[in-house]
């Protein structure tokens, strides 16, 4: 029973590899349920881990590890191929060929936060409560929210975003940035259903309701800013009322 869990975080890092094999040879949509299927299971190994009381440090570094791959690489990977195709293929022929190259690299800086934003995790005990910096399962949603919500509706800001070199990138390297930031961002783990102490955690499912009404599957983009602007409004709330 004490091997369920990291049993759980090995199917974690399966989807993952699957989503970059996948990601690779350009079928983004399936890359991004399958770093949804990693989602759900980065969900259940900590579940059942706390369920069995099956802790071990092994599991904790194959839970980063894993986490890395699903929620850094792959989502790097699904930039780049959106980067790829912004950029003239035929340009990496030419003269300007070595800037196209370099800016195709730029997704990298993506896996490397997200590896030591888990380092720090893995060391900061305090952040069992809280987050300090972007969570990389944050930020895998961050991209395949861009994808799903571009393969369930069409909208002209998500054509923009993923037909703008420019945008792609500064996306890219804003969400490495906040995973090392020292940004506080509350935990979506709920202990109780009392509003007190999950202020933050209602605003945010409120919020997330009431863009789907208005924007439908295009809202989905909106995840992770409403996270971060909600937390930021817990954060303030309870400084304000301490």
Not at 91 to 120: D, H, N, T, W, Y
């Amino acid at each position: 029973m004490k091997h369920i869990p990291n049993l759980i975080t090995s199917l974690n890092l399966v989807s993952g590899f699957i989503a970059v094999i996948f990601a690779a040879r350009g079928d983004i949509i399936s890359a991004s349920w399958l770093i949804v299927a990693a989602m759900i299971f980065d969900f259940l190994d900590g579940f059942s881990a706390r369920l069995l009381k099956a802790y071990s440090d092994i599991g904790k570094e194959l839970d980063s590890l894993a986490d890395v791959v699903s929620f850094g690489v792959a989502p790097a990977i699904i930039v780049f191929h959106l980067l790829s195709n912004t950029l003239a293929p035929e340009s990496l022929l030419m003269k300007e060929g070595i800037g196209v190259s370099f800016l195709l690299l730029i997704p990298a800086i993506m896996p490397v936060c997200a590896a030591l934003r888990l380092a720090k995790f893995n060391l900061d005990s305090s952040q069992s409560v809280i987050f300090k910096g972007l969570p990389t399962p944050a930020n895998a949603i961050a991209i395949i929210s861009l994808i799903l919500a571009m393969n369930f509706s069409s909208s002209k800001i998500l054509d923009l975003i993923v037909n703008s070199p420019l945008i792609l990138l500064t996306y890219t390297i804003i969400l490495s940035l906040l995973m090392v930031s020292k940004i506080k961002l509350f935990s979506l783990k709920i202990k109780s259903l009392e509003f007190r102490g999950n202020e933050g955690r209602y605003l945010l499912s409120c919020l997330i309701v009431l863009a789907f009404i208005t924007s439908g599957p295009a809202s989905l983009l909106l995840i992770i800013p409403l996270y971060i602007i909600s937390s930021l409004i817990h954060f303030s709330m309870k400084n304000n009322l301490g």
